[in-house]
């Protein structure tokens, strides 16, 4: 029993920072706040003469990775006529960046399972101390997590490798999705999600501690 649960705790201990970094870059990716502010700040429908405004721009964004929009398809009227902003190869590297944030939403669901069912094995055992040590555990897991994803997106080769990895296909000449999702803009939603995960982390630790807060005798 006693090497169960210590399984159960390193379980824990892995799966909340899962958890909370996966849940985070959800918010992120999928919501259009980050894609307005963005987009807004860097006066981007401005610089490349769009027939729509900065936040129609981002919701468009948004809506497809929320997979409210199927096709990554968004048309302007430019000389007259109805033209397509976005070329196939565009389209391609963005349909991959949906698959791979939707690959993540499989995996909080796992991880969220597994903590739900380590919560409940501990509880039920009334071992909560051991709870509240491997909450601590995540904690110090998910600041080594932060620590090295901020090591590796400032790295050259490892940013451009996970850049490769997403948006799989070469860009043409006149592509304009890089000139729209700019290194500044990747270096704000780390920011964004590390502010998220940093807020779903101290949500988790309200809840952990009063799930885990011996009981008192005299109050």
């Known amino acids: 029993m006693r090497v169960f649960l210590r399984?159960?705790?390193?379980?824990?201990?892995?799966?909340?920072?899962?958890?909370?970094?996966?849940?985070?870059?959800?918010?992120?990716?999928?919501?259009?706040?980050?894609?307005?502010?963005?987009?807004r700040s860097m006066e981007t429908v401005r610089e490349l003469n769009f027939s729509i405004t900065d936040?129609?721009?981002?919701?468009?964004f948004s809506d497809f990775m929320r997979g409210?929009?199927?096709?990554?398809?968004?048309?302007?009227?430019?000389?007259?006529?109805?033209?397509?902003?976005?070329?196939?190869n565009e389209q391609l590297n963005m349909d991959n960046a949906r698959r791979l944030l939707n690959y993540t939403v499989y995996a909080f669901g796992v991880s969220a399972l597994l903590l739900i069912i380590g919560y409940w094995v501990l509880l039920n055992k009334k071992r909560k101390s051991e709870l509240r040590t491997a909450f601590?555990?995540?904690?110090?897991?998910?600041a080594s997590l932060q620590i090295l994803l901020y090591v590796l997106f400032f790295y050259d080769n490892t940013r451009s490798f996970f850049y490769n990895l997403i948006f799989t296909n070469p860009y043409?000449?006149?592509?304009?999705?890089?000139?729209?999702?700019?290194?500044h803009?990747?270096?704000?939603?780390?920011?964004?999600?590390?502010?998220a995960a940093i807020v779903i982390m101290l949500i988790f630790f309200s809840v952990t501690w009063r799930l885990t807060k011996p009981r008192r005798i005299f109050w």
């Open 136 to 142: 601590k555990g995540g904690i110090a897991v998910f």
């Open 68 to 88: 409210k929009n199927e096709k990554f398809e968004l048309f302007i009227d430019y000389e007259d006529r109805e033209q397509s902003v976005f070329g196939p």
């Open 172 to 183: 043409g000449a006149d592509d304009l999705l890089p000139l729209i999702l700019t290194k």
């Open 55 to 60: 936040d129609e721009l981002g919701h468009f």
């Open 7 to 39: 399984v159960i705790s390193v379980i824990i201990a892995v799966c909340v920072p899962i958890v909370v970094m996966l849940g985070a870059s959800n918010i992120v990716f999928r919501m259009p706040d980050i894609y307005t502010y963005e987009f």
């Open 185 to 195: 803009v990747a270096k704000i939603c780390i920011y964004a999600n590390s502010i």
